[in-house]
């Protein structure tokens, strides 16, 4: 599958480099190679490969600020990146600008860089969605809802396993800004986490219809599988709303089909989770916890939210409850112990 393929690489080690480039060509791969993102824009400009591999830690244009740039111009063209430093903070932020794999550098194993590679091009050459996250392509949820095992998944389960301080910072690191509004609607969320545990994750999406749906997770409660259960639920999510229309009932079957998953991979467990749609047009907030369990203050009226249920563990038998926000909006603070530092903030700008 790689017999032909046109590889950029941009890279500044050139020990690095060699091995890879080397490895590539034997592999049949037409390989063009650049020191850094300034001479790696101008091969780009050259010809568009049918794959991108870049370090982040380079001179003259930095690794983030030419994948930034490349997504802007070519946001057709597969990205993967390679990180020098161990840490995840840089990661997580590629992976923002639509990257969609990673690699780790020292690399042990060059066959991981091969199964990278094929599951990249492949997605590619299936015409999947450039606007697809990461984590739908690690966990296929476009193809088969029961969750093929791959090699590359496995790899990058394992190696987040084995470094719970990476898989904390990639998860910290692919949280959205505190701060965001969509017409007359704001919101916005406050975290004060420790940096000793795995943390509770939030992610939202504003829609074109005047919705706007969301999920948290508190991460710690899968235990040793809280980064892989928590990415798995992120790609349900964003490949769900990539799809659908945002409705109750269209949230009941993503929760029905992420228990599914849960249940048929070994990597996953049952986790507490919380799901909301905010309906702007009917000043409506439809909210359903899956055993993450919350107080709504609703203009001084507080509104418990609770289901001893966790996400896997047939979450989705509950009921969303609605909220009215006909008087301007809402605060969701989490209630469990430990968790109460956590809140989110739902506001109507102008009544």
Known sequence: MLDGKEVLIVEDDPIFIRIIGSFLRKEGCLVREAENGLDGLKALREGIPDLLISDLSMPIMNGLEFVEEVSLEYPMLPVIVISGTGGMSEVAQALRYGVKDFLIKPIEDIMAVKSSILSVLEEAENGVNSEADFSQQWFKVSQNSDQPF??????????????????????????PAQDSQQGDWRLSYHSLQSADSSPIVLDYMWMMDGKMAFYMVDSASAGKNGTATTLMIRAFFNEYLRSNEADERGFIHLVHQIEHAIKRSTYASPIRAMFGILNAADCQLDVLSAGLNAVVDNSGNAIIVKNDHLLGVDAASTHFQTIDLSDGGVRVSLSEIGLTSFSLDIQRLSL
């Not at 389960?157 to 719970?164: E, F, I, T, V």
């Open 150 to 175: 791959t090699e590359e998944l496995k790899w990058h389960l394992d190696d987040l396993l084995d470094n719970p301080g990476n898989a904390r910072d990639l998860l910290m690191g692919l949280m």
